[in-house]
């Protein structure tokens, strides 16, 4: 995994990558494809400039989106598009790419598809099924039309 378990190291990669890039300062490979996520996210920025958000839970429940998870999930999308991994994966979002004509749009959709193989993994305490991943992203570039579910 790229940043552990550990939640506070994650959200610190973030706010660390985000403050070099509003100061000018020379980031690292990872920090750059952090900023632009984070850059592609404005509605998350004060979140990441804020000390506190580093302990804060987000509590779906309550309405809340946890923007370090889906800023994570992003870049993780960003990572398995230029190592392929699993295979197959950067054609598939391609062809969600070409369906919507909206990058970004392409990526919440396809997240959606991670988010349900994570959440099932977590569920039942097995690594994610990357043939379940896979074809679910492949079928939203199949889709005649975007209907967002």
């Known amino acids: ?4 378990s550990d939640r506070n190291a ?14 000018g300062l020379v980031l690292e490979p990872l ?19 804020d000390p506190e958000s580093l302990d804060r839970d ?22 398995q598009r230029a190592t392929d991994r699993p295979s197959g994966i950067a ?10 004509r909206d990058p970004h749009a392409a990526e919440h959709a396809a997240m959606e598809c991670l988010g349900r193989v994570m959440w099932e993994a977590q569920r039942v305490g097995t690594a994610p099924d990357e043939r379940i991943y896979l074809e679910c992203v492949r079928q939203l570039g199949r889709r005649r039309r975007w209907d967002g579910a």
Not at 17 to 23: F, G, I, N, S, T
Not at 58 to 79: C, I, K, R, S
């Open 58 to 79: 987000y509590v779906p429940e309550n309405g809340q989106t946890n923007p370090f998870l889906h800023m994570a999930m992003h870049l993780a999308l960003v990572e």
């Open 1 to 4: 995994m790229l940043f552990g």
């Open 31 to 49: 920090q750059a494809r952090i900023a632009q996520v984070v850059e592609a996210h404005p509605e998350y920025h004060a979140a990441v400039q």
């Open 91 to 100: 054609r598939a979002l391609e062809l969600v790419d070409l369906k919507l």
């Open 10 to 23: 994650l959200r610190r990669t973030f706010t660390e990558a985000w403050r070099r890039r509003v100061l």
